[in-house]
């Protein structure tokens, strides 16, 4: 009977153990070795906002593990030895196995700033910072968040919705440098300023010092910020140091190819660790994000089971909500019209900085392979062009004659996706060969209802039985000038 273990409680651990059981069956023995409660980090903001209570972050707990037939060991592991095939733990004692998935996520980094270890600065990546900052959480203190990117926005949001007094210093000359271009930025910025938050990008932190209850924050720009709490959203690092002489081939992340295997047999990295497949180029990329950290966890595990399965690759993506300014980008969005030079590609945009509007389009031929979209709710996620866009890039479909129909007409995406097929490629493709079922573990055991979409009763009501023989009504402008 094989012996899996699985290092890490994160998105890619859990969904590798769940994948295990369900193709291995029950005899196949599981241990999964954390140091934290299984939980998702993406959630953390909506806790710190008072939106949902702290069992709401868990993705299993003890009952659910056991249920599964999953040994649950707490600890961290300190060393590798893949000669041996063993794992050894902070408290001495060892584990073997016959395959491994290293999940181990990654880590806030804290910058050398003078008097950052004092009270009141906060790194917000575990659930333990959540819990610290919230109980410093009184009134409407006045924060101030170090680092303007995905991170410090995602936690920016839920203070705004607590009323906090908030700012925002960045390195960068703009917010949001890894997930936005500088149009999009701007938007951001002006969006942002109306709401009375303060921006000071191409700024550095020198020093944070205590002035009576207060904090002090010193920029390079001279300016001085008066904080109660300060938030340190700098960016993150893979939690590698445990691999050193391991063997393991790592460059900026752990390489693996596309069963998520690394330079080792039978040992495998999925998530923030892992520089897997790029869906739309191939090369190594580390792709941090909870839906990559899932894909991977789920082909790891498939293939750790005996079953093999190869991952198309993660597409980079980012979805964001900026106190209701909703922002977007996937795939090859950093093209810009100077970078369009082997007459192949080219850029789509249109930009009104009055609501704000901005859309980017990153064509190479007819083939769409990136996209930006900066805009309120309604001009974005709410008319779903997010989700057609992210189908045509992760489909990478040829789109012809609609490819100038787009080009033309950007904000009627709709017609494009619908008539090139994307929506009919999407729905026949699957991860790991068979459609994906919905995970076991359920809050309080309590399994939510089904969405009663009555809106959509008359529409599904009234479609015809022989609907799909009909003749379709012809689009207009495409095929019109032959």
Known sequence: MAHHIIIGGGPAGVAAAETIRATAGPEAQITLISNEPAYSRMVLPYYLANDIPERHVLTGDAAYFEKHGIASVSGQVEHLDAQARTVTLGDGSSHAFDTLLIATGSSAQRPPISGIDQEGVYTFWTLEDAKQVMSKAQGTPRA??????????IVLNAMAKLGWNLSVVETEPQVLPRMLDATGAEAVEGWLADRDVAVHTGAQVRSISRAGEALS?????????????????????????????????????????DRMQTNIPGIYAAGDVAAGPELLNGSAAVHAIQPTAVDHGRIAGANMAGKETHYPGSLLLNVLDV????????????TDATDATDGNDSITTIWNPTRPIY??????????IGALFVGPID?????????????LIQTKLALGNWADYVKENPT????????????????????????????AYRVDGKTPQAWQKDSHAPLIGSRPGTLDTLPRTPTPGIGKGE
């Open 379 to 391: 001009d974005v996620t709410m008319l779903n062009d997010v989700g057609m866009v992210k189908g």
């Open 144 to 153: 101030v968040l170090v680092g303007a990117g995905f991170i410090g926005f």
């Open 412 to 439: 009627d995406v709709r017609r494009a996706y619908v008539a090139t097929g994307a929506a009919q490629k999407l729905v026949g493709q699957t991860l790991l060969g068979a459609p994906a079922t919905a995970r």
């Open 217 to 257: 924050l010193s920029l390079s720009s001279g300016a001085s910020l008066s904080a109660d709490i300060v938030i340190l959203a700098t960016g993150i690092q893979p939690n590698l140091g445990f691999l050193n002489g391991s063997g393991i081939h790592i460059d900026g992340g752990i390489v693996v190819d």
């Open 359 to 368: 859309r980017k389009y990153v064509w190479h031929g007819d083939r769409m």
């Open 323 to 334: 106190i209701n300014l909703h922002c977007a980008s996937f795939g090859q969005w950093r």
